[in-house]
């Protein structure tokens, strides 16, 4: 028998429906390629910037934070357009293709050199690149973080969502395995050009699947402009309206600061600080084992709900960010991060999940812009300049052709963990507004 529930609207929404095999491919496909063009991004250009650009920390943080504010924009206009035309297909599918030829485009810097270089060279590069890191950002968030993510959201419920949720969690350790273990010996040997392409092909290509595989699911339809949704979902009024939501973004902002204080350096703190020749085999390894540990947390967190699975998450989380800092042999390397990984999924999948529960069924694609600030810009835009503090402090460097270059060193693990102390004063504040809202979340939440 299907029961029913309201959202914070009040507008009734079934409590439980199956997803069908179309929905989950779907869901599956278009997520993953969306995450391997967003590990390009967050990961793979830090690197080659790193490699033939600029070994200054401070130039990709400038970068995670343009590219972040820019894709915040881009899903706030595009999440109330989409609202707004109640269809999200064409948007998926047009910014997917779009998104693949501006990956390939990365590849016109692969000739760089970041040695032979002279000042305003390096300087024009460094423009140029993160000008085009920034137009990628505006289509992918476009397509990906604002289009698709709604579409998932209109497509599911709260019964299923942590199942969802947890699949789409691990769908960047699963885009980093495959960039891993079939590409990165391309970027090893330099060939940043055919790396960039075949990422670019594969997103181009889900962006024509996507055509036929999505369907619109038939919402209701927010009756202002598109300006005005825009604005009106970032008003303080609305943060009074919904809290319990806007407390909740607040929490995957705290998350999302910790990650992204050592994301955008892990692959150059595993290649040139602990000098790991098979960190590639490493990191396989590691996403492997904590996908595979994902996917059953997301079944656990449904079975126990969300607000009860948060803080566990979060605390393995935290626990395997303080193991990496004393990691340094090859198997305590895989150890370590199998758990911070594990436990950064886990943590994100749930914040996700809870977000869904507490989106306005009209405002699906609206709430993406809050959330885009909240979860991908603020943290995009703290958390590297605190990774990039952090190693200009610490100071460590490795000599290479006689030139000593700034790395990454094992103290931005256990800053990252200490990010993470704000997350229970926040969980406690949002258990007390759905207490006194009378929410039907507020028993799982008094758990937490």
């Given at each position: 028998m299907t029961t029913t529930r309201t959202d914070s609207r009040g507008v009734p929404t079934p409590a439980r429906a199956a997803l069908g095999a179309r929905t989950w491919t779907a869901i599956l496909l278009v997520g993953l390629a969306g995450q391997l063009a967003w590990v390009i991004e967050n990961m793979y250009l830090n690197l080659f910037v790193y490699d033939t650009i600029s070994t200054d920390p401070a130039v990709i943080a400038v970068m995670v934070a343009a590219s972040a504010i820019a894709a915040t924009v881009a899903t706030l206009i595009v999440g109330a357009w989409?609202?707004?035309?109640?269809?999200?297909?064409?948007?998926?599918?047009?910014?997917?293709?779009?998104?693949?030829?501006?990956?390939?485009?990365?590849?016109?810097?692969g000739s760089a050199d970041a040695s032979a270089q002279a000042a305003p060279v390096m300087i024009a590069s460094i423009v140029a690149i993160i000008a085009l890191d920034c137009v990628m950002s505006v289509i992918g968030s476009g397509a990906n973080d604002a289009a698709f993510s709604a579409w998932v959201t209109d497509s599911t419920v709260p019964a299923n969502r942590g199942r969802v949720d947890g699949w789409l969690a691990i769908m960047p350790l699963i885009a980093m395995?495959?960039?891993?273990?079939?590409?990165?010996?391309?970027?090893?040997?330099?060939?940043?050009?055919?790396?960039?392409?075949?990422?670019?092909?594969?997103?181009?290509a889900t962006g024509i699947a996507a055509w036929f595989l999505v369907r619109d699911r038939h919402v209701p339809r927010p009756r202002s402009g598109v300006m005005r949704a825009v604005v009106d979902g970032l008003r303080p009024a609305t943060v009074r309206r919904e809290p319990a939501l806007f407390l909740t973004l607040a929490i995957w902002s705290v998350v999302g600061i910790s990650s992204q204080v050592f994301l955008p350096y892990v692959l150059i703190y595993l290649r040139y600080s602990l000098q790991l020749e098979a960190y590639a085999i490493a990191l396989g390894i590691v996403l492997i084992l904590a996908s595979a540990l994902s996917v059953v947390a997301g079944r656990v967190m449904d079975r126990i709900g969300k607000a009860r699975f948060l803080l566990p998450a979060v605390g393995?989380?935290?626990?395997?960010?303080?193991?990496?800092?004393?990691?340094?042999?090859?198997?305590?390397?895989?150890?370590?991060?199998?758990?911070?990984?594990?436990?950064?999924?886990?943590?994100?999948?749930?914040?996700?999940?809870?977000?869904?529960?507490?989106?306005?069924?009209?405002?699906?694609?609206?709430?993406?812009?809050?959330?885009?600030?909240?979860?991908?810009?603020?943290?995009?835009?703290?958390?590297?300049?605190?990774?990039?503090?952090?190693?200009?402090?610490?100071?460590?460097?490795?000599?290479?052709?006689?030139?000593?270059?700034?790395?990454?060193?094992?103290?931005?693990?256990?800053?990252?963990?200490?990010?993470?102390?704000?997350?229970?004063?926040?969980?406690?504040?949002?258990?007390?507004?759905?207490?006194?809202?009378?929410?039907?979340?507020?028993?799982?939440?008094?758990?937490?």
């Amino acid at each position: 028998m299907t029961t029913t529930r309201t959202d914070s609207r009040g507008v009734p929404t079934p409590a439980r429906a199956a997803l069908g095999a179309r929905t989950w491919t779907a869901i599956l496909l278009v997520g993953l390629a969306g995450q391997l063009a967003w590990v390009i991004e967050n990961m793979y250009l830090n690197l080659f910037v790193y490699d033939t650009i600029s070994t200054d920390p401070a130039v990709i943080a400038v970068m995670v934070a343009a590219s972040a504010i820019a894709a915040t924009v881009a899903t706030l206009i595009v999440g109330a357009w989409s609202d707004r035309l109640g269809r999200r297909r064409e948007i998926i599918a047009v910014g997917y293709l779009a998104w693949g030829v501006v990956t390939a485009g990365f590849g016109l810097f692969g000739s760089a050199d970041a040695s032979a270089q002279a000042a305003p060279v390096m300087i024009a590069s460094i423009v140029a690149i993160i000008a085009l890191d920034c137009v990628m950002s505006v289509i992918g968030s476009g397509a990906n973080d604002a289009a698709f993510s709604a579409w998932v959201t209109d497509s599911t419920v709260p019964a299923n969502r942590g199942r969802v949720d947890g699949w789409l969690a691990i769908m960047p350790l699963i885009a980093m395995l495959l960039v891993f273990g079939l590409l990165d010996p391309m970027t090893q040997a330099g060939q940043w050009t055919a790396f960039f392409a075949i990422v670019g092909a594969i997103t181009a290509a889900t962006g024509i699947a996507a055509w036929f595989l999505v369907r619109d699911r038939h919402v209701p339809r927010p009756r202002s402009g598109v300006m005005r949704a825009v604005v009106d979902g970032l008003r303080p009024a609305t943060v009074r309206r919904e809290p319990a939501l806007f407390l909740t973004l607040a929490i995957w902002s705290v998350v999302g600061i910790s990650s992204q204080v050592f994301l955008p350096y892990v692959l150059i703190y595993l290649r040139y600080s602990l000098q790991l020749e098979a960190y590639a085999i490493a990191l396989g390894i590691v996403l492997i084992l904590a996908s595979a540990l994902s996917v059953v947390a997301g079944r656990v967190m449904d079975r126990i709900g969300k607000a009860r699975f948060l803080l566990p998450a979060v605390g393995v989380f935290a626990a395997g960010l303080m193991a990496m800092a004393f990691a340094h042999e090859f198997a305590w390397v895989i150890a370590a991060a199998t758990i911070m990984m594990a436990g950064m999924m886990a943590s994100i999948a749930t914040v996700s999940a809870m977000t869904r529960d507490h989106t306005p069924a009209d405002r699906a694609g609206g709430v993406q812009g809050a959330r885009m600030i909240m979860a991908i810009m603020l943290p995009m835009v703290i958390g590297p300049a605190i990774g990039a503090a952090v190693i200009s402090g610490a100071a460590h460097t490795y000599v290479e052709l006689g030139q000593s270059h700034p790395v990454p060193g094992p103290e931005i693990f256990p800053v990252a963990a200490v990010v993470l102390v704000f997350v229970p004063a926040l969980a406690m504040l949002r258990t007390r507004v759905l207490r006194r809202a009378g929410s039907s979340d507020a028993a799982e939440a008094g758990t937490a």
